[in-house]
């Protein structure tokens, strides 16, 4: 692990507001105590994208203000819906995984009560018929999930290994937690 930064994330963020408002690194560096080349790595990919999402919505406010009036008040009830989607199918992939973990847990739970010298007594094929019906909807519960997560695994990849969230390996996304892979969505819906 590298060494402990001498800014907090809520300085790193002000120095960032005050580089876009035209400060230069350097002045903020030496303010800091910190080298000019550190505060450079520190701070300009966030605020080259942060000017490139302003740059986005300047040209999309200006899009939005070619249109009819009309069609500027469709083109802005159609995003709302559409955050209002990726919203809720966020709350469904944490709900569905909540559900998961729940579920597996109390199969797991009625499986640590089957007698194992006696599987065919009725005592035990009544547990394990429940063990197999509580895994049978755990994975019900969780299949939009991992339908979600199987049909933009590259793009997931992507935001996960930029996240940093896979240590290692972006690659191994098939093995990731499903709550994982339900903040990798929320990342990828909001990316």
Known sequence: MGRKSKTTPQQDQKLIERHLAGESIRSLAKEVGISEASLRAKISAQATEIKDVANQLVATEKSLKALPWHS??????????????????????????????????MANTELLKVDESDLLSDDSKARLSMVAGL?????????PAMSIVNGNKERLT????????I???????????VLDAAKAYQDFVSG
């Open 72 to 105: 500027q008040n469709l083109a802005r009830s159609r995003a709302a819906l559409m955050a209002a989607i990726e919203d809720n199918v966020f709350a469904g992939i944490v709900n569905g995984s909540a559900s998961f973990v729940k579920l597996t847990s």
């Open 135 to 143: 895994n049978k909807m755990a994975n019900e519960t969780v299949a």
């Open 158 to 165: 992507r935001v996960l290994a930029e996240a940093e969230v």
């Open 167 to 177: 240590e290692n390996d972006p690659q191994n996304i098939g093995s990731m937690s």
